[in-house]
Structures are given as structure tokens and as C-alpha cells.
């Protein structure tokens, strides 16, 4: 499992945006979660941090792995 911090997100269309960028990266079986009030994404898996962390930056928002 791995929980990442998420700056950027500001509405509900945000939070869908990160959550399909996520569960696009190989390795993800399941995005658990993406909060818009915790700033937060956890994601279940076996992809690396890196790819997460990239993907969420691909679709225009920030992150790092927060663990």
C-alpha cells in the first residue's frame, strides 16, 4: 500500500482526475482512496512510489509519497 500527499486538488472532478491517473500505472490493483479534504490518495499495489508520484504529476497536480 502506499498513501501519497496530493497538493492541487480542489474539487471533485480533481479527485477523479488523480484517481484514474492512478489506477492507470502498471502494478496498481486498486486506488483505495482519494481525499480532497485529507489532500491524500492511498493506492494498493505493487507499483513504485515513483510512478505513482509522476502519474499524479502527469495529470497536473503535485505529490510525494507520504508513507
Do not use: F, W
Amino acid at each position: 500500500m502506499h498513501r501519497l500527499a496530493v497538493e492541487g486538488m480542489t474539487c471533485n472532478h480533481c479527485v477523479q482526475a488523480v484517481s484514474k491517473a492512478l489506477a492507470k500505472v502498471p502494478g496498481v490493483t486498486r486506488v483505495s482512496e482519494v481525499s480532497l479534504e485529507r489532500g491524500e490518495a492511498i493506492v494498493e499495489g505493487s507499483a513504485a512510489a515513483e510512478a505513482l508520484v509522476a502519474a499524479v504529476a502527469e495529470a497536473g497536480y503535485e505529490a510525494r509519497d507520504a508513507g
